[in-house]
Nanobody
């Protein structure tokens, strides 16, 4: 069974930065698509950023495109989300998700996800 473990969340002031990490317990294959979703209290999970493992193709939500960067480290079996210029509206639980390789903004299309890491942006 695949396990995904997120880390790196915390409390940060507006304009600050955080780097989230997601480590997979199993091997990530080239066709796999890894994504970050987030969910604030009372809202549905929304797509934040994603990367095709083999090709490295990335996708971003418009709301974070100029501020967040998704990346991978094959040797570490990990995917990262570098977040800069954080805003209060970025506050949410961030989840790492693994799918079969296709780009999708729908949470229901993913097979695995972690327990999430809390990001709170507040002064």
């Amino acid at each position: 069974q695949v396990q995904l473990v997120e880390s790196g969340g915390g409390l940060v002031q507006p304009g600050g930065s955080l780097r989230l990490s997601c480590v997979a317990s199993g091997r990530i294959f080239s066709s796999t698509y890894m994504a970050w979703f987030r969910q604030d209290l009372g809202n549905e999970r929304e797509f934040v950023a994603g990367i095709r493992w083999g090709a490295g193709t990335t996708h971003y939500a418009d709301s974070v495109k100029d501020r967040f960067t998704i990346s991978k480290n094959g040797a570490a079996n990990a995917v990262y989300l570098q977040m800069t210029s954080l805003k209060p509206e970025d506050t949410a639980v961030y989840y790492c998700d693994q799918g079969r390789g296709g780009y999708s903004r729908m949470f229901s299309t993913y097979e695995y996800w972690g327990q999430g890491t809390q990001v709170t942006v507040s002064s």
